[in-house]
T-cell receptor, first 115, second 111 residues
Framework: NAGVTQTPKFQVLKTGQSMTLQCAQD?????MSWYRQDPGMGLRLIHY???????DQGEVPNGYNVSRSTTEDFPLRLLSAAPSQTSVYFC??????????????FGDGTRLSIL | GQQVMQIPQYQHVQEGEDFTTYCNSS?????IQWYKQRPGGHPVFLIQ?????EVKKQKRLTFQFGEAKKNSSLHITATQTTDVGTYFC???????????FGTGTRLKVLA
């Protein structure tokens, strides 16, 4: 059971480049979220999805796009990378039981540096 | 919008001492979750609290949810070196599926 898989694990980009961070889960979870983690700031929610075809903004959505065409996949797109987007990105998933009261399962993260 | 503050930011303790981290939300929460993140790792779910005044224990860890459902605490009795890491709370408001994380408390245990 792979759980939540994030690719790539590391990435270096130049300012202005675009890229997609991949997230896949094999637990048939309805809920998926993207967080970014910066030193001293905890995890901040970027975007989340409550099911295929349904996405919504979190605390810090600017500069990022998401889509959810399948239950398994929830990619995060950086449209035009900026140094302020240097961070560790975590994808998480959870089941929908209990009206949102379910543990979140996190991937190993993508460490992104933008020069 | 909803904000979740966590204190202290850092805590260094001698092995065997107790440790407590506190979490405070600007709004009433539907539930709160606690996670532990080891250095270089990802957050791992510890426990969830749902009811007002709820207290749950996991071996040396005691979790509390305030009566007003706006604050929570995690207490570790007799810390061990394996307790090293950053502890996060994550709160969810009613009518939303969004979890807002606290800033975390980084625990170091000195042997």
């Amino acid at each position: 059971n792979a759980g939540v898989t994030q690719t790539p694990k590391f990435q270096v980009l130049k300012t202005g480049q675009s890229m997609t961070l991949q997230c896949a889960q094999d637990m048939n979870h309805e809920y998926m979220s993207w967080y970014r983690q910066d030193p001293g700031m905890g995890l901040r929610l970027i975007h989340y999805s409550v099911g295929a075809g349904i996405t919504d903004q979190g605390e810090v959505p600017n500069g990022y796009n998401v889509s959810r065409s399948t239950t398994e996949d929830f990619p995060l797109r950086l449209l035009s990378a900026a140094p302020s987007q240097t961070s560790v990105y975590f994808c998480a998933s959870s089941s929908s039981g209990g009206a949102g009261n379910q543990p979140q399962h996190f991937g190993d993260g993508t460490r992104l540096s933008i020069l | 919008g909803q904000q979740v503050m966590q204190i202290p930011q850092y805590q260094h303790v001698q092995e065997g001492e107790d440790f407590t981290t506190y979490c405070n939300s600007s709004t009433t929460l539907s539930n709160i979750q606690w996670y532990k993140q080891r250095p270089g790792g990802h957050p791992v779910f510890l426990i969830q609290l749902v009811k007002s005044g709820e207290v749950k224990k996991q071996k040396r860890l005691t979790f509390q949810f305030g009566e007003a459902k706006k604050n929570s605490s995690l207490h570790i009795t007799a810390t061990q070196t394996t307790d090293v890491g950053t502890y996060f709370c994550a709160g969810r408001g009613s009518g939303t599926y969004k979890y807002i994380f606290g800033t975390g408390t980084r625990l170091k245990v000195l042997a």
